[in-house]
C-alpha cells in the first residue's frame, strides 16, 4: 500500500473519542499516525495499519 505524509486514512474501528480519521505523520516499516479527533498520537507497525485501514480519504474530500 502507497500510504503518503500527510494522508488522512480512515480505519475499520473508531478510536475511543469516536473520530475514525488518522492522519499520516511517519512513513517506513512503522507508520506514526494522529487522531483527527483527540490528537493521540500512536506509532504501529505497517503490516498492522494496512490490515485496520478502510479507506485513504482523497485531497478533495478533506
Known sequence: MDL????ILELKK???CGS???E???VGMD???KCQG?????MQPRRKVEK????????EEQ
Do not use: F, S, T, Y
Not at 4 to 7: A, E, I, S, T, V
Not at 38 to 42: D, L, R, T, W, Y
Not at 52 to 59: A, D, G, S, T
Open 4 to 7: 503518503q505524509l500527510h494522508d
Open 14 to 16: 473508531d478510536h475511543p
Open 20 to 22: 475514525r480519521c488518522w
Open 24 to 26: 499520516v505523520l511517519r
Open 31 to 33: 507508520i506514526k499516525m
Open 38 to 42: 483527540c490528537g493521540h498520537e500512536v
Open 52 to 59: 485496520m485501514i478502510r479507506r485513504v480519504i482523497p485531497k
